[in-house]
């Protein structure tokens, strides 16, 4: 049994199918099926906006080592024939205005909108999410509907879907909503108090409420059908074959894979069993 595999591995390695590890990821199938010419020559650049637990677990690009986005990052670098996957921290406004320059793509959490696509380039869907609130624990059974919301001061990061929502469908007055630039603004002011509710996918309001012991909890979230993509700069010729490589990979069940290893343990709860609340 031990020589049949060695043997066995040594096919696999001569097909590049060996099992490998970039970071903590241990990413597996044929390297190089999909070649790419990437933006930095050896390795795979990928922006991101941080913080992104769950998706990016680490406090700065050079911590970082898994998380659902930087292992689906080493993956598709894997596939593409490259070794190494390089993390950048860039503002949020930039990266969705297309502002940003010398990266593959990002992975970001970013809901693929027609508005963005006007300036970017997205990726075939790699992630469904909703639109969750977060409240503080003490009052979360003040909160258990929309119409409850109605008189809370609610806080949303600027330029993203949820603020587009509380706005267009919740229509919420625009001198109880407070605006911040990434979401640890907005966490810290729910917090202490200085709002009452904070709106971002559901994904990272569950992400958050985990770490929480219990201090913050998420009471609801609305459906919208929203879906992640990968942004890529307009016109980036690599972009079909990422596609590539995503579909394979959800086709492998590794996207599922990587969700129940990251996001599950993350969140420590199914997403499915908070509340969908009507706008």
Known sequence: MKRTGIVLLGI?????????????????GPKGQFPIRPAVAGQLTVQTNLPGPGFWNGDSPATIKDGFEYCLAAHIAHRAGLDKVVVQNVAWDALIAGQTRNFDFALSQITITEARKRVVDFSRPYFSSDIGVLVRGADKN????????????LGVQQATTAASFLSNTLKHPQNLTRVFPDV??????????????FIIDTSIVLSEAAKSNGALVVVGQFSTGENYGALFTKGNPNRAQIDRILEALEKEGVLKKLAQTYLAKEWGIDPTSVPYWKP
Do not use: H, P, W
Request: charged letters at 15%.
């Open 12 to 28: 696999l390695a001569s097909l590049g199918m060996a099992q490998t590890r970039i970071g903590n990821c241990e990413v597996s």
């Open 142 to 153: 003040k909160y258990t509907s929309a119409a409850s919301l109605k008189t809370a001061r």
């Open 184 to 197: 640890a603004g907005g966490f810290t002011a729910l917090r202490a108090g200085q709002i009452d509710a």
